[in-house]
């Protein structure tokens, strides 16, 4: 009888312990946020208290880490699908392949090309926007991602964003040379506004310190360049069906997390404790 009244005490003191453990965390990771105008701010010192721990890893920060905390609604997509004959018209006179690969993924090479003369950025940029417009495919909330050179050739890749998000996985890579366009890519994705619930999203910070985990095998020292907040269609979660084959689906808030090698890391943002 007295052992089963120890076990019941110990038993209530274990308890008790749970509680105030679980208490403690919850106030240690929200001590550091506060409220303006309805709005959950992130205090400067829990930013410089992730970088710190970073720092310890080897990974810097080299952008400004955001401070709010909102609510979001996942995002309905569904792929853009394309008139292969009104392309081909737009692109008449131009010597080259066009096929589209299940309805959504679009390529075009041109054929005989042979190199003429040297070929500025600027030049490059520009006939590459001449040719985006004249497909049709301007102003779908098309940004620059990135430009590289090789070869006397510019690859031009643009990045989706919608609401002034990020929208991904969608993209256009334009290859340009003094021959014009030689390769293009388009694969992309086409909102559909639905009324759904919001919910918190995790704070930047929580992000970056998830983050590490996924940068273990990456060669140090490492570089964050960039941290922001969209919307992610990740494929791979549809498990049901070949990835190739999907024509829609749910695009969820994610942090995107760019390193200085140009690798991007996805973080889901609604995974918030």
Known sequence: MVKLMDWSK??????????ITNVFLIYNIQKDMYNRNNVLIVDDKIINDTKSI?????IGVDTQVPKIVIEMAPLDVEYETYDEDKLKENLVGARGLLTIENNKLLKYRKSSLEEKYFLDRESALKTAEDFVSKIGFKNKGEEIWHTSEYNNRYEILYKQSYKDMFLEDSYMKVIVSTNGVEAFERIWLKPMEKEKSKREIMPATKALLKVMDDLEEVPRPIIIKDISLGYWFDRSK???????NVKSGT?????????DNKEVKFVSAYDKY
């Open 54 to 58: 970073l720092k310890e890893k080897d």
């Open 10 to 19: 110990a038993k209530n003191i274990l308890i008790i312990g749970f509680i």
């Open 238 to 244: 549809i498990s049901f069906v070949n990835a190739e």
């Open 251 to 259: 695009a969820f808030p994610a942090w995107r997390i760019v390193l």
